[in-house]
C-alpha cells in the first residue's frame, strides 16, 4: 500500500474523517450516511452494493446504497437473489481467495485465482455484464472466507477515476468498518421493534418521500404530482419534522432504517 502521508492534505483529511465516522454506524441508515457522505468524498461512486454471509457462504443479508436516481431494472439486475450480477461478483471474488478486482476498470489484478470450474462468471463474463447495465468501473472487496465466521463482500459501481488515493488501497482501509457496520446493523435491525417512519407520514408525504428517495427535485415532484413547487416544499417542511430530521438525505436514512 502507498504510503498515505505523500498525497495531498486535503485527501488525507477526507481518509481521517471517513475512518473516525465509521465508529458511529451502528444501522442501516448510518450505512447511507456514511457510504454516501464521507466514504463518497474520497472513493466517490454511483452505487455500492453488499452482501453479508454466513459460515457457509451463503448469503445472509444483500443490500445496496446510492444517492442519485438509479434505474429500477438496473437494481434489479444486480441485486437478483439467484443470478444478479452482486452475486456472481462475490462468488467470483471468494472463489479467487477474496482479493480485490477490476471490472471495465483500470487493472485486474494476474495473481487472483480463477478456477476453471466455476463456469459462468469468468471475468468477460463479469465484464460484459457490468457493461450492459453502464456500471463500470466496478471495484470488488472482500474480506475472504472467515471460518466460523461471518464474512462480506463490497462493490462500489461506476467509480470516478482517478482518485487522490488509488481506489483498490482506500477500499481495502475502510474493508474492516464496512464489514463491522454490514454486521451490526445486521443484528440491530433484526432486534428493532417498533412503527417504520413512513407509517407515521401522511399518504401525501409518503408518496412525495418515494420520489425524494429516487433522486427527484421539488421541481420534479411538483410535475409528477401536478402541483406547485412550493406545495412540495411545504410537505418537506413537515416530513422533516415529522421524522425529526434536518434535510433529505436524512430523512432518506431514516426512512431506510425502517424498510
Not at 100 to 127: C, K, M, Y
Not at 198 to 219: C, D, H, P
Amino acid at each position: 500500500m502507498s504510503d498515505l502521508l505523500d498525497i495531498a492534505p486535503q485527501a488525507l483529511a477526507h481518509v481521517h474523517i471517513a475512518l473516525r465516522a465509521a465508529a458511529t454506524v451502528r444501522q442501516r441508515s448510518d450505512i447511507f450516511l456514511w457510504s454516501q457522505g464521507p466514504v463518497q468524498a474520497c472513493l466517490p461512486h454511483t452505487l455500492m452494493a453488499c452482501a453479508l454471509l454466513g459460515p457457509d457462504g451463503k448469503a445472509l443479508h444483500c443490500d445496496c446504497f446510492h444517492g442519485t436516481l438509479i434505474d429500477a431494472h438496473v437494481l434489479e439486475a444486480v441485486m437478483a437473489p439467484q443470478n444478479g450480477l452482486l452475486s456472481e461478483l462475490v462468488q467470483h471474488c471468494l472463489r479467487g481467495g477474496g482479493e480485490p478486482f477490476w471490472i471495465n476498470g483500470p487493472t485486474v489484478p494476474q495473481s487472483a485465482p480463477r478456477p476453471s470450474s466455476f463456469e459462468g462468471t469468468s471475468l468477460d463474463h463479469l465484464n460484459q455484464r457490468c457493461a450492459q447495465l453502464d456500471l463500470g468501473p466496478a471495484l470488488v472487496v472482500s474480506t475472504g472466507a472467515l471460518p466460523g465466521s461471518r464474512s462480506s463482500c463490497f462493490v462500489f459501481f461506476k467509480v470516478a477515476l482517478p482518485t487522490a488515493v488509488p481506489p483498490a488501497e482506500l477500499a481495502t482501509l475502510f474493508l474492516p468498518q464496512f464489514h463491522l457496520g454490514l454486521c451490526r446493523s445486521w443484528v440491530t435491525e433484526a432486534e428493532t421493534v417498533g412503527p417504520k417512519p413512513q407509517e407515521r407520514l401522511t399518504k401525501r408525504q409518503v408518496e412525495i418521500m418515494n420520489w425524494v428517495q429516487q433522486g427527484k427535485t421539488n421541481f420534479e415532484i411538483a410535475v409528477i404530482l401536478e402541483v406547485s413547487p412550493l406545495t412540495v416544499k411545504n410537505h418537506l417542511q413537515k416530513l422533516f419534522k415529522r421524522l425529526d430530521v434536518h434535510n433529505r438525505a436524512q430523512a432518506v436514512a431514516k426512512r431506510m432504517a425502517g424498510t
